[in-house]
């Protein structure tokens, strides 16, 4: 009858312990999901009223534009983009700071203006010039730089004085192709 006992009392103690391991799983499974509960309500706290109505007013802000005018031929060119998380709930005059070198022209719901003037012509156009006495076909970088395409051995002094005229003041084209035909027309 001894050995009966003792092994009920194995399975008890046994039993015991497998008891103990579950409810001490459970425990930690239970505490670890009101860990995550916290953290999670941590992030979720609402804005603050002031960021909030911030928020909601630069829902309306749809678009950030910039608009850089060129000197030397007068065309503007504009970028649109969509207005930043960071700039949202900014002042005129914080915008300024930021975009140095920029002024805010529109500021209102719908978008947001600012602009510049650059020395130059916009990237990628064409000019038909004089270097060292013969013509030649540049190109524009944007930032008031010009760099050779082709040097040509078309003599200034073969054009006529109308032609000339025309070359010592630049011809300034958007197309290259529409560059290379007047190219074409100066060599005839």
Same mark, same amino acid.
């Given at each position: 009858?001894?050995?009966?006992?003792?092994?009920?009392?194995?399975?008890?103690?046994?039993?015991?312990?497998?008891?103990?391991?579950?409810?001490?799983?459970?425990?930690?499974?239970?505490?670890?999901?009101?860990?995550?509960?916290?953290?999670?309500?941590?992030?979720?706290?609402?804005?603050?009223?002031?960021?909030?109505?911030?928020?909601?007013?630069?829902?309306?802000?749809?678009?950030?534009?910039?608009?850089?005018?060129?000197?030397?031929?007068?065309? $503007?060119?504009?970028?649109?983009?969509? =207005?930043?998380? @960071?700039?949202?709930?900014?002042? *005129? !005059?914080?915008? %300024? &700071?930021?975009?140095?070198?920029?002024?805010?022209?529109?500021?209102?719901?719908?978008?947001?203006?600012?602009?510049?003037?650059?020395?130059?012509?916009?990237?990628?156009?064409?000019?038909?010039? $004089?270097?060292?006495?013969?013509?030649? =076909?540049?190109? @524009?970088?944007?930032?008031?730089? *010009? !760099?050779?395409? %082709? &040097?040509?051995?078309?003599?200034?002094?073969?054009?006529?004085?109308?032609?000339?005229?025309?070359?010592?003041?630049?011809?300034?084209?958007?197309?290259?192709?529409?560059?290379?035909?007047?190219?074409?027309?100066?060599?005839?």
């Amino acid at each position: 009858m001894k050995k009966i006992i003792s092994y009920k009392m194995v399975a008890i103690y046994i039993f015991a312990i497998f008891l103990g391991a579950m409810t001490g799983y459970f425990i930690s499974v239970k505490q670890n999901e009101k860990e995550r509960e916290a953290k999670s309500a941590k992030y979720e706290k609402p804005f603050p009223i002031q960021q909030e109505a911030l928020a909601k007013r630069a829902d309306f802000y749809k678009k950030l534009i910039f608009e850089t005018r060129y000197l030397e031929n007068g065309e $503007v060119v504009r970028e649109e983009q969509k =207005l930043t998380p @960071s700039l949202y709930g900014k002042s *005129k !005059e914080e915008l %300024e &700071k930021i975009y140095s070198g920029w002024r805010v022209i529109k500021f209102d719901d719908e978008e947001i203006v600012l602009c510049r003037e650059k020395e130059g012509l916009p990237p990628d156009y064409y000019i038909i010039s $004089v270097l060292d006495g013969y013509v030649v =076909l540049l190109k @524009s970088d944007g930032n008031g730089h *010009k !760099e050779v395409v %082709e &040097k040509t051995d078309i003599s200034i002094e073969s054009l006529t004085p109308f032609d000339r005229e025309r070359v010592m003041e630049n011809i300034v084209t958007k197309d290259k192709d529409e560059a290379y035909q007047i190219l074409a027309n100066l060599s005839s």
